[in-house]
């Protein structure tokens, strides 16, 4: 009753109100609007049942959800410091904008990072540096079973698809990756236009709905495949087992979003909503992985073809090791993607709890393809929060050949972290399929801003590893990166993991992989 009479109070005040601007000077008109929505608002408060808040403190309560809704910009634009924003922070942010703009990326007066901080990390500097290269050297990425090779950028566009991006950040990344001569992986959402129109070079992600080469039912179509695949835009085929920022998880398009642009790239019907799965329906085990990624070689006249994973158990990665030997096949590269990699949209608890960090992940694989013989056969592509020359060096010390970058390129083209890409309303117009607000993303101006990124940031790789006296990447390795383990301990990468040597595993594994590898079945994903 008492909750009933507050509400009668406020319509009472709101009538009242209404009625004393009638009668007296026309000055109480201004006051008359504003009184009458508050007295309205707070009824309508006290009367909902879905926010407490709002039931306990009619009007003020609206005030916690303003300040929730802006919180993340008052706290990247005034709270956090320089250096500890996440996911990325303001540094980093800041030398992606300037070199994509063309500015000089340098600071005053030195480093803010608290260098006596467990797990701080330096790449070690040479007393004999040597000239910076002049040419950006290539990875060369093509196995002995394949026929068309690839030379790789130390540095490329990581898998985004068309509908998580606007379709000008797509042609923008493309053409910037074509004005640099870098690759441009496509993402798993189809082969689109806007992919092929610039004329970039293309790494081209299947996923488990195998958008672009799938049937009416969802398999995978060789017909469809072999077809697109002969494009000459299209350098490399990735398969894509899992996702850095979400290993393990399918997910579905709402037949709402699926327009008549997305039904065609993918291959679905329009209108209806897709579903895709968490697993691959054309293989079960690792023996039939490695057959597959033989099979997909052969129906792109050998072009290269690989797999792009976030590692988890390193028994499940040794079966696929042995399953390679077994059958005498092995994929032209693997690309590891760190549980640190982003994403349009995740589950919170899989973003932050499943999958190894690229550090761990790198490690397991190229340990693993270097203990079983393989590794001189496969080229290891990193990615997972690269967006510097110094990330860069750090992942090649570590066994990757080359590295690849998905967010700090969106930077490039106009991202500002706003974190809305799952909500359609990017700021910048990114991620999204507004037409509206993707057409303040401009073609001419973002992709020359890549392009610029992305030869600034390796020149910046080249610098450094100048510095460390390292003419080649192949003279990269993990003695030359250390970590602080406590006040007076710096420990290098060589000492703190157990890295194989070549083909160990086939000899006499070691005790700390020997479970893992008697373990490991190629007819079988099964975990220790």
């Not at 500097?125 to 950006?136: F, G, K, L, Y």
């Not at 090791?321 to 982003?342: S, W």
Request: proline share 6%; hydrophobic share 40%.
């Amino acid at each position: 009753m008492k909750r009933f009479a507050t509400v009668g109070l406020l319509v009472v005040c709101a009538v009242g109100s209404v009625l004393l601007a009638l009668l007296t000077s026309p000055w109480w008109w201004i006051a008359a609007g504003p009184c009458l929505v508050v007295a309205l608002t707070g009824a309508h408060d006290l009367a909902q049942r879905r926010h407490s808040v709002l039931r306990n403190y009619p009007v003020l309560g609206h005030l916690r959800f303003l300040m929730e809704t802006v919180r993340p910009e008052l706290q990247q634009y005034f709270v956090e410091r320089n250096y500890d924003g996440r996911p990325y922070d303001r540094d980093t942010r800041s030398i992606v904008y300037e070199r994509a703009k063309g500015v000089d990326a340098e600071e005053p007066f030195g480093s803010e990072r608290d260098m006596q901080e467990r797990g701080y990390e330096f790449l070690v500097p040479s007393m004999a540096p040597v000239d910076v290269a002049d040419t950006p050297p290539r990875v060369r990425v093509g196995g002995p079973d394949c026929t068309e090779p690839y030379d790789m950028a130390l540095l490329n566009v990581s898998a985004m698809s068309f509908g998580s991006l606007s379709s000008n950040a797509v042609v923008a990344l493309n053409k910037g990756a074509a004005g640099g001569g870098f690759a441009h992986d496509t993402g798993e959402g189809g082969l689109s236009d806007h992919h092929l129109r610039p004329g970039g070079d293309l790494v081209w992600e299947i996923g488990t709905g195998y958008f672009g080469c799938r049937t009416r039912d969802g398999d995978f179509d060789e017909r469809q495949f072999a077809e697109k695949a002969a494009h000459p835009s299209v350098r490399c085929i990735s398969l894509k087992l899992s996702q850095g920022a979400k290993p393990g998880i399918g997910g579905v398009l709402p037949g709402r979003k699926v327009n008549a642009e997305i039904a065609s790239v993918r291959g679905v019907p329009e209108g209806e909503s897709v579903v895709s799965p968490p697993y691959h329906r054309v293989f079960s085990t690792p023996r039939e992985l490695v057959r597959f990624l033989a099979r997909m070689r052969e129906l792109a006249n050998g072009k290269p073809v690989g797999f792009k994973l976030c590692p988890g158990s390193r028994t499940q990665f040794l079966a696929v090791c042995k399953a390679m030997a077994a059958e005498g096949v092995t994929p032209d590269f693997i690309v590891v993607d760190g549980a640190e990699g982003g994403t349009g949209a995740a589950p919170l608890e899989f973003a932050d709890h499943l999958g190894m960090p690229l550090t761990e992940g790198l490690f397991t694989v190229h340990s693993a393809l270097t203990g079983a013989g393989l590794r001189d056969r496969i080229r290891i592509g990193a990615s997972g929060k690269v967006a510097t020359g110094s990330d860069i060096v750090k992942r090649l010390a570590m066994g990757a050949d080359y590295t690849n970058a998905a967010r700090a390129m969106m930077f490039a083209v106009g991202c500002i972290q706003a974190q809305r890409c799952h909500t359609n309303h990017c700021p910048t117009g990114v991620t999204t399929q507004d037409a509206r607000r993707a057409r303040a993303l401009d073609v001419a101006d973002k992709s020359a801003r890549v392009t610029r990124y992305q030869q600034a940031t390796v020149h910046s790789a080249l610098q450094i590893m100048a510095a460390m006296g390292v003419r080649d990447t192949g003279e990269l390795g993990p003695h030359l990166l250390r970590r602080r383990e406590d006040h007076g301990t710096f420990r290098s990468y060589a000492e703190l993991y157990a890295w194989l040597a070549p083909g160990e595993l086939l000899a006499e594994p070691p005790g700390s992989w020997a479970a893992d590898w008697a373990a490991a079945n190629p007819d079988s994903f099964a975990m220790r």
